[in-house]
């Protein structure tokens, strides 16, 4: 098993700042792609940006220019740094990874999800 613990959120004002992490931990993994999601209330998850092992990022255009996905390999954390944050930024932001476990000669790859962290952005 994995499990992601994310940290970071809060309130802010329009055009403030926030960075989350997410730290994953567990036994004989490894981790492929990461990233961050969001669900507003009322609304479906969307993916706000991903960032692959070789550290690669790919974004939601709603978020391009403003937020930043950066990960330490060595500490298997993902971050995000959020700058000029909108009212429309609020949600419920969740970190998941995609990750290799191998445990004798079985092999799974899966996604995990952390438990999500509030963002609230205020006009």
């Known amino acids: 098993q994995v499990q992601l613990v994310e940290s970071g959120g809060g309130s802010v004002q329009a055009g403030g700042s926030l960075r989350l992490s997410c730290a994953a931990s567990?036994?004989?993994?490894?981790?492929?792609?990461m990233g961050w999601s969001r669900q507003a209330p009322g609304k479906q998850r969307e993916s706000v940006a991903i960032?692959?092992?070789?550290?690669?990022?790919n974004y939601a255009d709603s978020v391009k220019g403003r937020f930043t996905i950066s990960r330490d390999n060595a500490d298997n954390t993902v971050y995000l740094q959020m700058n000029s944050l909108k009212p429309e930024d609020t949600a419920a932001y969740y970190c998941?990874?995609?990750?290799?476990?191998?445990?004798?000669?079985?092999?799974?790859?899966?996604?995990?999800w952390g438990q999500g962290t509030q963002v609230t952005v205020s006009s």
């Open positions: 567990g036994r004989r993994f490894s981790i492929n792609d």
């Open positions: 998941y990874a995609n990750v290799t476990i191998r445990v004798l000669t079985t092999t799974i790859i899966g996604d995990y």
């Open positions: 960032i692959t092992s070789s550290g690669s990022a």
